[in-house]
């Protein structure tokens, strides 16, 4: 995998701090992940599919990196 990740459909990465904790995130729009839209999108298995692998992704590029990863 190269720098820079990137989360679900691209969107950029960005860090969140607080409470001596930093969170390593991205944004998604509002309205695909409703309550309807999230369940009508789990119901195409290539979708949960991408969510899962992309999650994996961006939990195990800061995990191999170490302190290396932008802040």
């Given at each position: 995998?190269?720098?820079?990740?990137?989360?679900?459909?691209?969107?950029?990465?960005?860090?969140?701090?607080?409470?001596?904790?930093?969170?390593?995130?991205?944004?998604?729009p509002?309205?695909?992940?409703?309550?309807?839209?999230?369940?009508?999108?789990?119901?195409?298995?290539?979708?949960?599919?991408?969510?899962?692998?992309?999650?994996?992704?961006?939990?195990?590029?800061?995990?191999?990196?170490?302190?290396?990863?932008?802040?």
């Amino acid at each position: 995998m190269s720098d820079p990740l990137t989360g679900l459909r691209g969107a950029p990465l960005r860090t969140v701090a607080g409470s001596g904790l930093t969170a390593l995130v991205f944004s998604v729009p509002a309205d695909d992940f409703g309550t309807d839209e999230f369940t009508e999108r789990m119901a195409d298995l290539a979708e949960p599919e991408a969510l899962a692998r992309t999650h994996h992704e961006v939990v195990e590029w800061p995990a191999r990196s170490g302190t290396r990863w932008p802040r």
